[in-house]
């Protein structure tokens, strides 16, 4: 039986993005606003698709401000713009890499 990919590593990376290595080898870089943007909350999953994005009250970069695990299945992100009630699933997280196209399966690895 497979398992869903899990987190081996979560960093902020500098003020900007958000990096997570992956049990199976693969490397997801989320931009902060790819992330606040794809927030589950019910509150962000109501909000019509295609509005002005997501921006920090004080003109200041978004940025996470803490990132806290959620037993064994989650993170929750708590956000510069006073955001902090959405738990991001690791099938979420995986399923919103920017590299996977939103597949949540990683491109093929090239052989050397």
Not at 37 to 54: M, T
Not at 78 to 105: E, F, K, M, N
Request: hydrophobic content about 30%.
């Amino acid at each position: 039986m497979e398992t869903a990919p899990r987190p081996t590593e979560i960093r902020r990376i500098g003020n900007s993005e958000v990096r997570i290595a992956w049990n199976d080898g693969h490397v997801s870089v989320y931009p902060n606003h790819h992330l606040r943007n794809h927030c589950p909350c019910a509150l962000c999953r109501e909000r019509p698709p295609h509005v002005l994005p997501v921006v920090s009250g004080s003109g200041d970069e978004l940025q996470p401000l803490q990132i806290s695990l959620v037993g064994r299945y989650a993170i929750h992100i708590q956000w510069s713009d006073g955001h902090d009630s959405g738990i991001y699933s690791y099938a979420t997280l995986r399923a919103a890499c920017p590299c996977c196209s939103g597949t949540g399966v990683s491109p093929p690895r090239e052989s050397a």
